[in-house]
């Protein structure tokens, strides 16, 4: 019988913590779209823009498997624009 590897380096914790990161990944546009929906004539262009990129993210999550490990450290990975939001 194999045994499971849940050591800090474990796939399956790098794993779960990259769902963890997408998921924090869609705070920020749901916090846009809240901010523009509040204004006189918000941008639906932008709305459709930050849903977009939610849905993106929504579907990586979903779509995702232990196996993905490029895509896994990518998303590990602090800098990379591809899937952190980029703060200042």
């Known amino acids: 019988m194999a045994t499971i590897d849940l050591g800090i380096n474990s796939g399956s914790i790098k794993y779960e913590v990259a769902l963890e990161i997408l998921g924090q990944e869609l705070q920020p ?3 846009a779209i809240r901010q523009e929906k509040g ?3 918000p941008s ?3 709305i459709r823009y930050c849903e977009m990129r939610m849905a993106a993210l ?3 999550q979903d779509n995702l498997r232990t196996t993905d490990l490029g ?3 990518g998303i590990l990975e602090k800098n990379n ?3 952190r939001w980029q703060r200042k």
């Open 71 to 73: 895509t896994i450290e």
């Open 44 to 46: 639906q262009a932008f």
């Open 39 to 41: 204004k006189a004539e």
């Open 29 to 31: 546009f749901m916090e």
């Open 81 to 83: 624009p591809l899937f």
């Open 58 to 60: 929504g579907e990586l």
